[in-house]
């Protein structure tokens, strides 16, 4: 069955940069798009990024544009997220999820079990 | 951005009652819109997508309908393991997919 599976997470000085990993199992994963979602303590979810099946398209919310990076190396079945620049507001734990849909994006049928980033001096 | 609003933020209910949960959007997303049910510690899970589509292995009594710019989750007969938080979410106007800010399903 699928399994997605982060790493990476920790507590980080704002400022500073953090490297997520996610690695993926139960499905082929080069043919589809990957996301990370994340939830702030006691919050609702927030889309954060999206990487296209092949790699060449990749969108983020305003929040993090210019700061976070989504990748993906489909040899390794594994998604990343590059945090750079970390403020508190990024306080969450992150999730990433696998897409539904193999011909078009938008709905999360996969989760990981999320990994928590807590930026705090 | 489309932004969607859920009501009510509380749904006080007894396992066996109906549960009907809504969720607005700012503007039309056509049937573009899923539900996820998130339970304490765990991450979320897709139940219905498309607006009415049950996801495999979704229990009959989870049904979505609506399109535009109203929608709903109706849970015909609530299960211990069914309290929860639901949310919907909008694929049709992205960067960014959004989530609506959730419904507390609770036993009463």
């Known amino acids: 069955q699928v399994q997605l599976v982060e790493s990476g997470g920790g507590v980080v000085q704002p400022g500073r940069s953090l490297r997520l990993s996610c690695a993926a199992s139960?499905?082929?994963?080069?043919?589809?798009?990957m996301h990370w979602v994340r939830q702030a303590p006691g919050k609702g979810l927030e889309w954060v990024a999206i990487?296209?099946?092949?790699?060449?398209?990749?969108y983020y919310a305003d929040s993090v544009k210019g700061r976070f990076t989504i990748s993906r190396d489909n040899s390794k079945n594994t998604v990343y997220l590059q945090m750079n620049s970390l403020i508190t507001d990024d306080t969450a734990v992150y999730y990433c999820?696998?897409?539904?849909?193999?011909?078009?994006?938008?709905?999360?049928?996969?989760w990981g079990q999320g990994t928590l980033v807590t930026v705090s001096s | 951005e489309i932004v969607l609003k859920q009501s009510p933020a509380t749904l006080s209910l007894s396992p066996g009652e109906r549960a009907t949960l809504s969720c607005r959007a700012s503007?039309?997303?056509?049937?573009?819109l899923a539900w996820y049910q998130q339970k304490p510690g765990q991450a979320p899970r897709l139940l219905i997508y498309?607006?009415?589509n049950r996801v495999t292995g979704i229990p009959a009594r989870f049904s979505g309908g609506g399109s535009g710019t109203d929608f709903t989750l109706t849970i015909s007969s609530l299960e211990p393991e069914d309290f929860a938080v639901y949310y919907c979410?909008?694929?049709?106007?992205?960067?960014?997919?959004?989530f609506g800010p959730g419904t507390t399903v609770e036993i009463k």
């Open positions: 999820a696998k897409d539904y849909y193999d011909n078009t994006v938008g709905a999360f049928d996969s």
């Open positions: 139960g499905f082929t994963f080069s043919n589809y798009a």
């Open positions: 990487v296209s099946y092949d790699i060449d398209n990749k």
């Open positions: 503007q039309s997303v056509s049937s573009y």
């Open positions: 498309d607006a009415s």
């Open positions: 979410q909008q694929r049709r106007d992205w960067p960014p997919f959004t």
